[in-house]
């Protein structure tokens, strides 16, 4: 059942994030439609997502209760305390990483994942531009393996919860890159490599938070001095409604036009 207090707590919170985004990014071409748009497909997919959450979370935890629980207890209090979030924060992004790499391998998980990467207005409301299921299908991985593997304590929780934040500022259309420190955290130069549609930079710069999951798997690209290439599907355009938005996998069944937003 939908939690209605939690489903405006999503939007409002993630609202407010993008319209801080907004004005930092001060873009002198920038329209407010995409930023509308990415938001207007964002409500519905929050409302599905609420819908349906109880549901896979209460799978989840039926599955970690029945196997025991977390495995590995992570110390959360004094100097055990940033050992046990640095452990989780570094493992939960690692699991993030393989999950991303599966998304951009596999047909299915892509056909998801590609409404992400068709937007050709690469900005920070292109954080919440995700097909609805995407993360109900992490509830029922990632999430789920790491509740196997670990037992963390709410105050790690939300230490990692802080660090997920990250990600508006990844897709911040502004020009902040680490330079030769590309490497050690990611940045919006950095992942908007990962959104060009150019040939040649199909597969680089996965990383959510550490690039050293790129160096190690050989797909880190660092971003030259100056280099800001078009985001968007190279062999597609986004969707032109919410309702194609929202059925986006189906597309080729139903056919482009469903309507305006
Ligand atoms: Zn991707």
């Known amino acids: 059942m939908l939690e209605i207090e939690t489903f405006i707590a999503v939007v409002v919170g993630s609202g407010l994030c993008v319209a801080i985004g907004y004005f930092i990014e001060q873009r002198r071409d920038r329209s407010p439609r995409a930023t509308l748009f990415n938001m207007a497909c964002f409500v519905p997919a929050s409302f599905l997502q609420g819908l349906l959450s109880p549901l896979i979370a209460g799978v989840t935890v039926l599955v970690v209760n029945a196997l025991g629980g977390g495995v590995i207890v992570l110390p959360s209090r004094g100097w055990g305390l940033p050992v046990g979030a640095v452990i989780y924060v570094v493992a939960m992004d690692g699991m993030e990483y393989l999950f991303h790499r599966a998304q951009h391998k596999i047909p299915a998980l892509w056909s998801m994942h590609a409404l992400h990467h068709s937007d050709a207005t690469f900005n920070v409301s292109t954080t919440v531009r995700h097909f609805w299921a995407d993360r109900l299908l992490?509830?029922?991985?990632?999430?789920?393996?790491?509740?196997?593997?670990?037992?963390?304590?709410?105050?790690?929780?939300?230490?990692?919860?802080?660090?997920?934040?990250?990600?508006?500022?990844?897709?911040?259309?502004?020009?902040?890159?680490?330079?030769?420190?590309?490497?050690?955290?990611?940045?919006?130069?950095?992942?908007?490599?990962?959104?060009?549609?150019?040939?040649?930079?199909?597969?680089?710069?996965?990383?959510?938070?550490?690039?050293?999951?790129?160096?190690?798997?050989?797909?880190?690209?660092?971003?030259?001095?100056?280099?800001?290439?078009?985001?968007?599907?190279?062999?597609?355009?986004?969707?032109?409604?919410?309702?194609?938005?929202?059925?986006?996998?189906?597309?080729?069944?139903?056919?482009?036009?469903?309507?305006?937003?």
């Not at 060009?196 to 050989?218: K, M, T």
Request: net charge positive; hydrophobic share 40%.
């Open 138 to 261: 992490k509830m029922l991985t990632i999430y789920l393996i790491s509740g196997c593997i670990f037992r963390v304590s709410p105050v790690i929780l939300t230490i990692y919860s802080v660090f997920c934040y990250y990600n508006y500022v990844l897709h911040l259309d502004v020009g902040l890159a680490f330079g030769r420190w590309s490497w050690l955290l990611n940045a919006p130069r950095y992942h908007r490599l990962h959104h060009s549609r150019l040939p040649g930079d199909e597969n680089c710069n996965f990383a959510a938070l550490l690039p050293i999951f790129d160096v190690l798997s050989g797909a880190y690209r660092r971003p030259l001095p100056g280099e800001h290439p078009p985001t968007g599907l190279a062999d597609e355009p986004g969707p032109t409604s919410v309702m194609e938005a929202m059925v986006w996998p189906l597309r080729g069944l139903l056919g482009r036009r469903l309507g305006e937003v």
